[in-house]
Every structure is written in structure tokens, then in C-alpha cells.
T-cell receptor
């Protein structure tokens, strides 16, 4: 069936480092793609989204580009901060009454 | 505006007991979703309501799980009888548009079955 695959981590980086979290998906058709973030003790928050090929979602310095040819939606940030420490989930939605399909989540730890 | 709320935040029950989880969506959101994350695995979709109607419950694990949304407001998810493999975090989400765009998630209920 359709799935979302992302690096699981934990990923540990120093403050101001460059971040990439890879995400690939399988799907029939062209799903909408999302990155959600879960900070400690909180619920999932939508970080960014893209609804069609070549769209770039961006928010809080994070970016991800919908790549149809490689079925990918990698998350990037040029300079991470300690406050970015959280679990990041890649997800897709294929339409209709279905809910979101999530990856396993990537635990990101930023050290000062 | 209040976000999605879930109650309780944590529940510990014994195998064979019954537990009821509650979700209050954002006011005015017709779409309500339940998801579950079992330790070490993906967050899995369980079911979707539009107002009080179930749209898709293909993700419900088995008939020990019963979800309701009477009156199209809050929703409950009952597990009866609970089994060890039901342990995990149960998330609720709501949205004002049809489908997956802009789903707002609650903090989750952590269920532990011993």
C-alpha cells in the first residue's frame, strides 16, 4: 500500500548547522505533502505543506519542495536552533475520506 | 480560540477493562479524525467523521474499538475489552475543510494496557 518513509534518527546537530531530513513516499496519483512537528509535551503542529509538484512549502526557516520525479519531500533548514529540537513527521494525503499517512517520525536534537 | 483538546492525557488500565477517550475539536470544525501511534511505529489513521457521520473507518483495528460523535460535536473512542497491543498514543485532529488540508491535532492520550 501507499507509504511514507523518513530517516528515523535521532539526528543530533550543533546549533547553526544545516539540517536535512529525507522523506520519500509511494502513492497512486499526486498526493498533498506535509511536514508536522511535535515539540515536547505538545500535539502535532503543521509546519509546512505543498499540494502539487514543484511547490515549495516554507515556514519558520524550514523549506521542503515537492519533487514528483523522485517522489520526495525533504525538509531543510539553513541554521538550526536549540528550540528546533522536536520530532518531525512527514505525511501525505491522497484525497477523499482518508486521513493522513505518516512516516515514523525523526527525533531532532540540537545541541548548543 | 481553543485548540483540539483530549481527555484524559494518560490512562493506565488492565487487560480486559474498558476505556473511553474523548476528543473536543475546534469549534465549527465538521471534520474529525482519530489516529494512533503504537510505540516505534507510524501514526496510523483510524477513522474520519464529517459531523456525526463516519466517512471512513477502514483503519479501525477490530470490533473492540467503537467511535462515536453524537450531535457532531465531541467524539469518543471506546476500547472494550482492552488488550496489551492497544497501548499507544491516540491522537485526535479536526479540520474545517474536507480532507487532509490543515488538520489541527490535539496533544494525544497515552493509553497503557498492563
Amino acid at each position: 500500500g501507499d507509504s511514507v518513509t523518513q530517516m528515523e534518527g535521532p539526528v543530533t546537530l550543533s546549533e547553526e548547522a544545516f539540517l536535512t531530513i529525507n522523506c520519500t513516499y509511494t502513492a497512486t496519483g499526486y498526493p498533498s505533502l506535509f511536514w508536522y512537528v511535535q515539540y515536547p509535551g505538545e500535539g502535532l503542529q503543521l509546519l509546512l505543506k505543498a499540494t502539487k509538484a514543484d511547490d515549495k512549502g516554507s515556514n519558520k526557516g524550514f523549506e521542503a519542495t515537492y519533487r514528483k520525479e523522485t517522489t520526495s519531500f525533504h525538509l531543510e533548514k539553513g541554521s538550526v536552533q536549540v528550540s528546533d529540537s522536536a520530532v518531525y513527521f512527514c505525511a501525505k494525503w491522497g484525497g477523499g475520506a482518508d486521513g493522513l499517512t505518516f512516516g515514523k517520525g525523526t527525533h531532532l536534537i540540537i545541541q548548543p | 480560540e481553543a485548540g483540539v483538546t483530549q481527555f484524559p492525557s494518560h490512562s493506565v488500565i488492565e487487560k480486559g477493562q474498558t476505556v473511553t477517550l474523548r476528543c473536543d475539536p475546534i469549534s465549527g470544525h465538521d471534520n474529525l479524525y482519530w489516529y494512533r501511534r503504537v510505540m516505534g511505529k507510524e501514526i496510523k489513521f483510524l477513522l474520519h467523521f464529517v459531523k456525526e457521520s463516519k466517512q471512513d473507518e477502514s483503519g479501525m483495528p477490530n470490533n473492540r474499538f467503537l467511535a462515536e460523535r453524537t450531535g457532531g460535536t465531541y467524539s469518543t473512542l471506546k476500547v472494550q475489552p482492552a488488550e496489551l497491543e492497544d497501548s499507544g498514543v491516540y491522537f485526535c485532529a479536526s479540520s474545517s475543510f474536507g480532507g487532509g488540508l490543515e488538520q489541527y491535532f490535539g496533544p494525544g492520550t497515552r493509553l497503557t494496557v498492563t
